[in-house]
């Protein structure tokens, strides 16, 4: 399953999110950032490269929908609702993330 992680800058939460979940042998895994400023912003292509696509706030989600519609039809998109109050691969969001992302995609940690 190829899954794009998602949040505004993609410095902090999805590259945590991208470096965590690399290695699952059940995953291929991205990140990206909503915003123009992002280290690797959201494009058409990463988008269709996604069967599952973990945003980490509805606003991340409402922004996608709005620029996006017709690529994301199809596409399931799971809102991880998780602050940007972490700084990358803190222990609390490592741990939060694990939890998260196994329960919304139904994964063995």
Same mark, same amino acid.
């Given at each position: 399953?190829?899954?794009?992680?998602?949040?505004?800058?993609?410095?902090?939460? !999805?590259?945590?999110? %991208?470096?965590?979940?690399?290695? &699952?042998?059940?995953?291929?895994?991205? !990140?990206?950032?909503?915003?123009?400023?992002?280290?690797?912003?959201?494009?058409p292509a990463l988008l269709?490269w996604a069967d599952a696509?973990c945003v980490m706030e509805?606003? &991340?989600?409402?922004?996608?929908?709005?620029?996006?519609?017709?690529? /994301? %039809? &199809?596409?399931?998109?799971?809102?991880?609702? #998780?602050?940007?109050?972490?700084?990358?691969?803190?222990?609390? /969001?490592?741990?939060?993330?694990?939890?998260?992302?196994?329960?919304?995609?139904?994964?063995? #940690?």
């Open positions: 399953m190829n899954v794009l992680f998602i949040c505004s800058r993609n410095q902090w939460r !999805s590259p945590t999110a %991208e470096q965590v979940w690399r290695y &699952h042998p059940d995953l291929s895994v991205k !990140s990206a950032g909503t915003s123009r400023n992002a280290r690797k912003p959201v494009t269709q696509i509805q606003k &991340h989600k409402n922004r996608l929908v709005a620029e996006y519609h017709r690529l /994301l %039809e &199809h596409k399931t998109i799971h809102v991880l609702d #998780i602050a940007d109050d972490y700084q990358y691969m803190d222990p609390q /969001l490592v741990e939060l993330l694990k939890d998260v992302v196994a329960h919304r995609l139904r994964l063995a #940690i």
